[in-house]
């Protein structure tokens, strides 16, 4: 897997310096997402991979729990990122951006089971683009 994210990163060359999620980049934190699950049959390919810090593909699958068809539409981004071939432009960014604002719009104050915020602050402090 990290074999595929330096690639990746190399590929597409991330000049904004953020994620695909709009978070700053760490290397050591980086992480590959599967657009298609494995359980999907999605492959451990470039096609099928969007580079994601930790953080946003934590916060990613929780959307996915919540809002499936907001982390269809995110994956639907990434999708298209990848069969243009370079890192998303400044309207892909603001279209994630806008639907990560969404969610949180609907769930910032929900809490979980265990009575804790549901989105934690850190998943609301995304890089500027």
Request: charge should be positive.
């Amino acid at each position: 897997m990290k074999r595929i994210t330096r690639e990746m990163l190399k590929i597409y060359k991330p000049y904004s310096g953020l994620d695909w999620m709009n978070y700053k980049i760490v290397k050591q934190d980086m992480t590959a997402h599967h657009i298609i699950k494995r359980e999907d049959g999605g492959k451990m390919q470039m096609d099928n991979i969007a580079p994601l810090m930790l953080i946003a593909h934590q916060y990613l699958h929780l959307i996915e729990c919540k809002e499936i068809d907001v982390y269809r539409d995110i994956n639907k981004v990434f999708k298209k990122v990848n069969e243009q071939g370079y890192e998303p432009t400044k309207q892909q960014r603001m279209l994630v951006e806008y639907l990560l604002r969404e969610f949180e719009g609907m769930y910032k104050w929900e809490r979980n089971s265990k009575g804790n915020i549901l989105i934690p602050r850190k998943y609301m402090q995304r890089g500027q683009f």
